[in-house]
C-alpha cells in the first residue's frame, strides 16, 4: 500500500498553493487548487492538459495525506506549471483574476521551488555527508534559508511601517478605534479558522511588537542589530520565513514569545 504524501501549504498573495514532494524530491502541486485559485473550470482545464504531449507527461494522481485522511488529487509537476499557466490566455480574463493569473505566471513555480529548496539541497548532500562527515554543508544550507527568512521579513517589516504611516497620516483620529476591531476580527477568524493564516491586521500587531521589542533593546544595547536577532529567533522557533506565513493557531504564541522577551529585558 502506498504511504500518501505529506502536503505543504504554501501562501502566495493571499491564496494557498498545496504542493508534495515524492520520494525522488519531485514536486507536484495540486492542480485543482490551481484552477479554483484562478476560477478555471477543472475538467476543462485537465483535458487540455491530457491533450498535451509534453504536459500530459506530468499530470498524475497522488495518495495525499490531510486532515481528513488520506486523499487521493491530481497533481501537476511543478516545471511544468509554467508551460501550463502560459496556454492560459490573461488577455481573456478581467480585472482583478487577470492581474492574479500574471502573478501566477511570473512567480508561482518559483515560489513553490524556494519552499520545498532547503530540504532538497540537504538530501542531495546526504550521500556525501554519509561518506565524508562534512556537516558544514547542512549548517551552511540552513544558515543560508534563514537569511532569506530574515531578508523577507526585514522587507515585510518596512511596507507594514509604511502602510501604518500612510494610514496615521490619513485618518489620526480613527486609526486607534480602527486597529482594535481589525484585532478583535483577527481573533475571531483564528476560532473560526485555526488552519488559515494570519489577517493583515494580525501580522501589524506582530510587526508593531517587533519593532517595540527592537528598540527597547537597542536602547539597551546599540552596538547590536536587534531586529535580525528577533526574525532570526521567530524562524527557528516557528519556522516561518514571512509574516504571512504564521498561522492564527500560532499567533498567540507568537505574540506570548515577543511579550516575554520584553519582559525578561527588565520591563515588565
Known sequence: MTTPLERRIVPFYGDELIAVQQPDSTIFVVFARLCDNLGLRRYSQSRRVQSHAVLSEGLIELTIQ??????????????????????????????VVQDKLIQYQREAAVVLWQAFKPQILIEERGDDLATSSDADLVQLAQIAEMGRAITRMAEEQLEIRRRMDAAARAFKTVRSDLTNVQVRLGVLEDLVHPAAFITDSQATEISNRVKALAELLTGKDASKNHYQGIFGEMYRRFGVSSYKAIRLAQYEAVLSFLEDWRKATGNG
Open 66 to 95: 490531510t486532515e481528513g485522511g488520506a486523499q487521493v488529487a491530481q497533481c501537476l509537476r511543478i516545471d511544468l506549471l509554467p508551460l501550463w499557466l502560459s496556454g492560459v490566455q490573461a488577455n481573456r480574463t478581467k480585472g
